[in-house]
Nanobody, 120 residues
Framework: VQLQASGGGLVQPGGSLRLSCAASGSIFSIGDMGWYRQAPGKQRELVARITSDGSTTYADSVKGRFTISRDNAKNTVYLQMNSLKPEDTAVFYC???????????????WGQGTLVTVSS
């Protein structure tokens, strides 16, 4: 199983970006999907999470600005980021709980990270 994240880049304050993360490989089922971020010198933190039935959770710092969604047919999770601020600058990582052949139980998989830079 591999997760491929994309969509990061340089954007001005107030701008928008849409991140995508697709899972590939042999997969039985995907549970929770989420986005985390790690700013320079800081610990990785949860940004948003979405369950298999569509329930969502957001960090307080992004509520009202970011929207997480998923496309189960494509094994993909998205993060729409609006009204971006310089303090949103970080490497964003996707995470999925996946049930896969030949692997015992549900396991968490990480994408490679995509850099989001918010600067004028």
């Amino acid at each position: 199983v591999q997760l491929q994240a994309s969509g990061g880049g340089l954007v001005q304050p107030g701008g928008s970006l849409r991140l995508s993360c697709a899972a590939s490989g042999s997969i039985f089922s995907i549970g929770d999907m989420g986005w985390y971020r790690q700013a320079p010198g800081k610990q990785r933190e949860l940004v948003a999470r979405i369950t298999s039935d569509g329930s969502t959770t957001y960090a307080d710092s992004v509520k009202g600005r970011f929207t997480i969604s998923r496309d189960n047919a494509k094994n993909t999770v998205y993060l729409q980021m609006n009204s971006l601020k310089p303090e949103d600058t970080a490497v964003f990582y996707c995470n999925m709980l996946i049930l896969a052949p030949k692997v015992s139980g549900w396991n968490g998989y990480w994408g490679q990270g995509t850099l989001v830079t918010v600067s004028s």
